[in-house]
């Protein structure tokens, strides 16, 4: 009720003051409406909710402040039209402990972006890939058959120059009479300006074979590389710890592999394969003008080439900005999608269709500004090559003009000339796209290159054990651990506690105790500010870490199942195991029966995130799969928490059998599923405040677990009998 009385009070106030969701993002509102709702929601029983009472109370005089603050601002606001630039905090997770953790708390790498140099060497590695001497081999020939095609394709306007001076001095000796003698075979085939000619016509046709042959030949080298790389990109997601994750927005991520991707495809092609060959094939053709026609001719081309890369470096770099906006609006369209999308029944809850279309068509309207500077200034850009390359090559045929004119030229050498800055065109206009296409492709490797030098906080040290955790070496002790999210918030102080080998162990508490953030630091996605924590006698920094997790089988509190079937859930769990161990695993967790009356039975897709099962469905296959694990360290985060009763009891009884013989801990906030617990340990204040069986605990009128047990059943009876 307290959540519910703290929306009220905003709503009223807010029928006052339209502003107020502003307001409270530029005040740092820690505890903002759409969160008080959230948490109002989350609150599974209602005999737990004393324990968010006394920390909603807090809130509710904090919130009182803030109110205060918030009219005397909303007054300032009024008169002079603007807000005080207050700093918000960011919420990045949805733990007691984690929730205040802002970005600028996490240490996340401070990485610089790597540089396009940086780039460019890291693809080298796996364009010439020194374990493949297959792909080395591809790369060869391509090479080889891009040097063919470049030949090639400068010889054709000699070819066509040849040709034409040929015929020129036949048509002048025959006094003008025609002088090709097609009357038979011989004289055809031994005409020079035919064979010419013909030669012209394959070398025109090879060049176009060995450049296509080239592009089928290095497909295999391009995508190779690309798989490898979106690989390795997407393991190394996997490696980084946990607080990186909590940073990054998933659609986010997702793009950055995408878009990287492509990036890398490009880039290997027109870099490798392009813009050197290009560069190769420019020099040629001035060198060439240069000696055949004059230096007059090289200096132009020369001139040419230098103004058209000049003019389109500028502008291209200056249209660079815009394809940054681009991308980040539509990072940010796409984030809020699948934002939207991913809590499709919140938004159903709260009829907040239009709500949410608009919010992403605000980003999409981004995404379109940004567009239109970018066609605006590729239409600039494309009308100043024109203009550049089109003056001259005017001036070029003016000059060369003038030389035939005066007797130095043939009209062959004209076309000559004209044909060899014709090809030209084909490079510099190719130079131009792929400088525009290179720029946009290495912003989109950036981020993705950079994720890779990002390294994981926590990782298995060198030197790490193997070491095999049985049931019997499976003691877990916690010796003087300190720890917070966030320095300045200690979420254990001090805490030291045994948990024996093959015994069944609760940990009770209330919200922010600190009882998941144990089981955090146990799996190693945090590591102790201080203290030390052991497994089987070892410090767990000094057991590999792949090792460690696999000793460990944990049934989250929430429950998130990929977008598969029934059986690949399960099957996850332990990937080594048969199908009937699948199916034993699934009727110890109470969820055969169910799946088993399906029409599709095992093979039943679950949606995202597992979003067609109900809640206890997705406990329950939660709980299989740990079972199926089989590790000897069992870990239940409120593992009965979205189950009716009756399957709560026959979970209660599977785990039980489960459990037997293994170090068991269980996370609870209902006491009454933890009764037959071994032993109880009670954390208040990241501190171990007692600990004791069940019954031991409860003969203490004066404990905190007694008062606990008492306010949640005396509370149910009181409130039942109210209702009655």
């Not at 010419?196 to 391009?222: D, Q, S, T």
Request: glycine share 6%; charged share 20%; aromatic share 8%.
């Amino acid at each position: 009720m307290a959540n519910f009385l703290i929306y009220n009070k905003l709503l009223v106030y807010k029928s006052n003051c339209n502003e107020v969701p502003k307001l409270l993002t530029k005040l740092n509102f820690r505890f903002s409406v759409d969160k008080v709702i959230r948490r109002s929601l989350s609150l599974r029983h209602k005999e737990n909710c004393y324990r968010s009472t006394s920390y909603l109370q807090i809130h509710h005089k904090y919130l009182e402040r803030r109110e205060e603050q918030c009219r005397r601002l909303s007054a300032s606001h009024y008169r002079h039209g603007k807000l005080p630039l207050l700093k918000p905090q960011t919420r990045t997770c949805f733990h007691p402990g984690v929730s205040g953790l802002s970005r600028e708390h996490m240490s996340l790498g401070t990485n610089q972006p790597v540089n396009s140099k940086q780039m460019l060497e890291g693809m080298l590695t796996y364009i010439w890939p020194k374990d493949d001497p297959s792909i080395r081999n591809r790369v060869k020939l391509a090479v080889g058959l891009l040097v063919g095609a470049k030949l090639l394709n400068v010889s054709v306007p000699f070819l066509f120059k040849f040709a034409i001076d040929d015929l020129n001095t036949k048509v002048a000796a025959s006094g003008g009479e025609a002088f090709l003698n097609f009357s038979s075979a011989p004289d055809t085939v031994l005409s020079t300006a035919v064979a010419i000619l013909v030669g012209y016509g394959i070398a025109r046709a090879g060049a176009a074979g060995f450049n296509e042959l080239r592009n089928a030949v290095f497909a295999k080298v391009a995508q190779h590389s690309i798989r490898r790389i979106a690989r390795n990109v997407f393991l190394h997601l996997h490696n980084l710890d946990l607080s990186f994750h909590l940073s990054r927005q998933t659609g986010a991520l997702s793009k950055t592999i995408d878009r990287g991707s492509r990036g890398i495809n490009f880039v290997l092609s027109a870099m490798v394969f392009n813009i050197v060959p290009t560069t190769f094939e420019l020099a040629l053709v001035s060198s060439i003008l240069g000696l055949k026609c004059g230096a007059g001719f090289a200096l132009l081309s020369v001139g040419c080439v230098g103004l058209y890369s000049a003019f389109t470096l500028a502008i291209t770099q200056w249209r660079t900005k815009f394809r940054v906006f681009m991308n980040r609006a539509e990072n940010e369209a796409g984030n809020k999608a699948i934002d939207s999308l991913i809590n499709y029944e919140t938004v159903k809850y709260f009829s907040n269709e239009k709500y949410e279309a608009d919010r992403y068509d605000q980003a999409l309207k981004k995404y379109e500004d940004a567009s239109l500077k970018t066609s605006t200034s590729l239409a600039l850009l494309n009308f100043g090559q024109s203009a550049i390359f089109s003056g001259a090559m005017a001036m070029a045929m003016v000059m060369a003009a003038k030389q035939i004119a005066q007797g130095n030229m043939t009209v062959g050498d004209l076309v000559m000339v004209n044909g060899l800055l014709f090809q030209l065109s084909v490079p510099l206009g190719f130079l131009g796209s792929v400088y525009r296409e290179v720029r946009q492709a290495l912003i989109d490797m950036q981020t993705m290159f950079t994720l890779m030098t990002q390294e994981p906080k926590i990782k298995s040290k060198e030197g790490a054990q193997h070491i095999p955790i049985t049931r019997d070496n499976s003691t877990i002790e916690f010796r003087n651990v300190n720890f917070s999210y966030v320095p300045g918030k200690p979420i254990f102080d001090n805490l030291s506690l045994t948990i024996p080998a093959g015994k069944k162990i609760a940990i009770v508490g209330g919200s922010g105790s600190g009882k998941s953030s144990m089981i955090r630091l146990l799996y190693r996605f945090f590591e102790p500010t201080s203290g030390d924590i052991f497994i089987g006698g070892v410090n767990i920094k000094d057991i590999d870490l792949d090792c460690l997790r696999k000793s460990i089988s944990i049934v989250p509190q929430d429950s998130v199942l990929f977008h598969e079937t029934i059986f690949y859930n399960l099957h996850y769990g332990d990937l080594s195991k048969s199908k009937e161990e699948v199916f034993e695993a699934s009727k110890m967790a109470d969820l055969h029966d169910s799946v088993a009356r399906w029409p599709q039975g095992y093979d039943t897709q679950v949606g995202e995130r597992g979003l067609k099962l109900s809640g206890g469905e997705k406990q329950r296959v939660a709980i299989a799969r740990a079972i199926l694990k089989g590790a000897p360290v069992l870990v239940f985060d409120e593992a009965t928490s979205s189950l009716d009763s009756i399957t709560e009891h026959n979970i209660l009884d599977a785990l039980q059998r489960a459990t037997e013989g293994r170090t068991s801990i269980c996370i609870a906030h209902r006491l009454s599923t933890v009764m037959d617990a071994d032993e109880i340990l009670v954390l208040q204040n990241g501190r171990l405040q007692e600990r004791g069986s069940h019954q031991q605990l409860l003969n203490n009128p004066h404990s905190l677990y007694s008062r606990m047990w008492n306010m949640q059943h005396n509370g149910s009876s009181a409130r039942a009998a109210s209702a009655i």
